[in-house]
């Protein structure tokens, strides 16, 4: 099965830098989302990227997508402290079953915001 | 905005029992997908349900798990016989469509806690 997985683990950086997250993934896919997920809460969806998407701005999100490579990027402009959580590439299956489709998430980029 | 709700926000059950979650879609989605996420691990696929069935379904999702929409708004995911190990973060989510093309909302989780 696919997988998207993310790189840094980790990243902690100062208040108003950007943050960088990075995701892989393995097999061919209908689109990529991601998610930020706050210490033992919910997931937020933030962003999807169809497969014939390049790139996608959303506020200071900025998402890029390289089906060559099987590769995407989640950079987070002016970064504050309200931006510490964990962010998570999901892929879905591009040839999974019929009328639906499952997600797969990676496990995730912890990024800290020191204000 | 619309969004998911789940009930409840945290359930301690004992091993060996049976626990049913509770989830309420968004009002105009038409899919509706059950995950969990173990602490500190990975956030996994466990079913996915639309027009009254299971769509897709992951190996965890054996015949302990049964899911239901017992009315117009409600979906349940319940555990026949809980272990040890089914303690989690259980999530739900929908989407409008099961196409690949559209995003999957996902709700504030319900923490399961078996003792």
């Known amino acids: 099965s696919q997988q998207g997985e993310e790189d840094p683990q980790a990243l902690s950086i100062q208040e108003g830098e950007n943050a960088t997250m990075n995701c892989s993934y393995k097999?061919?896919?209908?689109?990529l989302q991601w998610y930020r997920q706050n210490s033992g809460r919910g997931l937020v969806h933030l962003i999807l990227i169809r497969s014939n998407e390049r790139e996608k701005h959303s506020g200071r999100l900025r998402v890029t997508l390289d089906t060559s490579k099987k590769s995407s990027s989640l950079l987070i402009t002016a970064s504050r402290a309200a931006d510490t959580a964990s962010y998570f590439c999901?892929?879905?299956?591009?040839?999974?079953?019929?009328?639906?489709?499952?997600?797969?998430f990676g496990k995730g980029t912890k990024l800290s915001v020191i204000p | 905005e619309p969004e998911v709700t789940q009930t409840p926000s945290h359930q301690v059950t004992q091993m060996g029992q049976e626990v049913i979650l509770r989830c309420v879609p968004i009002s105009n989605h038409l899919y509706f997908y059950w995950y969990r996420q173990i602490l500190g691990q990975k956030v996994e696929f466990l079913v996915s349900f639309y027009n009254n069935e299971i769509s897709e379904k992951s190996e965890i999702f054996d015949d302990q798990f049964s899911v239901e929409r017992p009315d117009g708004s409600n979906f349940t995911l319940k555990i026949r016989s809980t272990k040890l190990e089914d303690s989690a973060m259980y999530f739900c989510?929908?989407?409008?469509?099961?196409?690949?093309?559209?995003?999957?909302?996902f709700g504030p989780g319900t923490r399961l806690t078996v003792t």
């Open positions: 999901a892929t879905d299956d591009l040839y999974s079953g019929a009328g639906s489709y499952q997600l797969t």
């Open positions: 989510a929908s989407s409008e469509s099961g196409l690949g093309i559209y995003e999957q909302y």
């Open positions: 097999t061919s896919i209908n689109n």
